[in-house]
């Protein structure tokens, strides 16, 4: 029973992280806004870096974009805590059931994975040169988020054994 409650714990976690950083960024779109904005920009990277001609100066765009990642956030973050409500209430089921019920937290799971693993490390780290800036270089922490998400979403998907009565 303690491994079940733990695994929606964890998940439960991710999904209040996950509510915590897309609440910050509504509630405080603009100051987190510049940080989105710069990264299109490419504004602060090495200043004889080749891969300039990948910015997008579009406001509209730099708009689109955080609005995506802020929903990326919210799924994540619905998906995380309805998936942990949904293993809390099969926390005392048979293992089959309790197995099946992971759905929702794996594709909430899944999806921060993504949304921080592709969305910072990839696009805004590799594709727009995040790294090369020293006020707006995010995929440290995107690196640390995606990490501890993937380190849930496996413990997670360990098969459950039935409870020992």
Known sequence: ??????????????GFFAFLV??????????????????FLMDTIFPDAS???RAVE??????????GIIIL??????LCLFGAWRLWCHRKAGAAAFNRAKGLAIAG???????????FMSVGGEWFGMW???QWNGVPDAFR????????????????????K
Request: avoid cysteine; charged fraction near 15%; proline fraction near 0%.
């Open 73 to 78: 956030e919210s799924m994540t973050s619905l």
């Open 51 to 53: 891969i300039k001609y």
């Open 145 to 164: 988020f995606f990490m501890t998400i993937l380190g849930v979403l496996i413990y997670l998907v360990l098969r459950d054994e039935e409870l020992d």
């Open 58 to 67: 579009t406001g509209w765009i730099h708009h689109l974009g955080y609005i």
């Open 109 to 119: 799971l899944t999806l921060g994975f993504l949304t921080w693993q592709v969305g």
């Open 22 to 39: 897309a609440f910050g960024n509504i509630t405080d779109y603009e100051t987190n806004f510049s940080f989105v904005h710069h990264v």
């Open 132 to 134: 090369m800036s020293s």
């Open 1 to 14: 029973m303690i491994t079940r409650i733990s695994k929606t714990l964890m998940v439960a976690a991710i």
